[in-house]
């Protein structure tokens, strides 16, 4: 059974910086494609960020290119979303999934972890 489960959000002030993990098992997370997805209030889920776990590759939304850093540590399955230069449109609860990038479906995810950038 995939499980996917995030920890890291919270709040921080605009400018601040927050990393999120998503410990992963169930699956062979070393050849997966994994991506963090974002859902801001009263708003449609967004696509972040995808990392391809085998080598590295990745990719990031424009909306966050420059600011967010997507990796993975496959010795301990675990992925990451170091978030820097944080502004309020960023708030939003961030979810952990697994495939994508787009138009690639995602087929697991996790609970979610709420970011709330404000002053």
């Known amino acids: 059974e995939v499980q996917l489960v995030e920890s890291g959000g919270g709040l921080v002030q605009p400018g601040g910086s927050l990393r999120l993990s998503c410990a992963a098992s169930?699956?062979?997370?070393?050849?997966?494609?994994m991506s963090w997805v974002r859902q801001a209030p009263g708003k449609g889920l967004e696509w972040v960020s995808s990392i391809y776990s085998c080598c590295s590759d990745t990719y990031y939304a424009d909306s966050v290119k420059g600011r967010f850093t997507i990796s993975t540590d496959n010795a301990k399955n675990t992925l990451y979303l170091q978030m820097n230069s944080l502004k309020s449109e960023d708030t939003a609860v961030y979810y952990c999934a697994k495939e994508g990038p787009p138009p690639a479906g995602f087929g697991s995810w996790g609970q979610g972890t709420q970011v709330t950038v404000s002053s």
């Open positions: 169930g699956f062979t997370f070393s050849s997966s494609v």
